[in-house]
């Protein structure tokens, strides 16, 4: 029985691994495809060049269930309305900010199968100007709201305390993706939206 389970383990552990790295890979896609257009989008790297998720190390139920990454989140934006500096994106507030969005759902609830939702927000209003006085320090909003975010079937029209912002997405099964083209046609969706 032990010897069993100590398989189950490394074969489940195995496999979340690989699917980490394909993510990986699927969102580097989508950057090479993004920043190909016009617009020249750079993935947004508030800390660094990654994703942002939301993870626990709390021994309580609840935040057990967060021990490992459900979620992932980047956020694309125009060349021309963000700059480098340190390896990290600077995206300062303005009245014409409008940035693309991609939500990889691995696991919840609600959730039949994985799913990547992508899409835009705009109309960004930052309602904590002295503590944020940049695009990045809103990222906890995006990986611990998801679910209120993407709540609306492919509109966003989102209000806190900290931000409102709205737009909308697009969303397909994760595992029906599996070829550049396929990459390449929900970047075309998600640009689409954008445009409009």
């Known amino acids: 029985m032990a010897k069993e389970l100590a398989k189950q383990t490394k074969e489940a552990f195995d496999f979340i691994q690989k ?5 990986s890979y699927f969102i580097k896609e989508i950057e090479g495809f993004l920043k190909d257009e016009p617009e020249e989008f750079l993935i947004g790297k ?5 994703i942002i998720t939301r993870t626990s190390s709390g021994l309580e139920p609840h935040y057990v269930e967060n021990w490992l990454p459900r979620l992932t989140f980047n956020f694309f934006c125009p060349t021309n309305m963000t700059k480098i500096e340190g390896g990290c994106t600077v995206t300062k507030f303005n009245k014409s900010l409008k940035v693309i969005i991609i939500y990889i759902l691995l696991h919840d609830k609600s959730l039949n199968q ?4 992508g899409g835009y927000i705009e109309n960004i209003e930052n309602k904590k100007i002295d503590k944020f ?6 990222m906890s909003v995006f990986s611990y ?7 609306s079937p492919h509109k966003i029209d989102y ?3 900290y931000c409102t912002f709205c737009g909308e997405y697009t969303k397909k099964p994760l595992y029906s993706i599996n070829s550049s083209l396929e990459v390449k046609k ?5 640009l689409a939206l954008y445009r409009k």
């Open 19 to 23: 699917l980490y790295l394909e993510l």
């Open 46 to 50: 508030p800390s660094g060049y990654g």
């Open 114 to 117: 994985p799913t990547v939702c």
């Open 133 to 138: 006085n940049k695009f990045e320090h809103l």
């Open 145 to 151: 709201n998801a679910n209120k975010i993407l709540s």
């Open 159 to 161: 209000s806190d305390n």
């Open 186 to 190: 929900l970047v075309d969706s998600i």
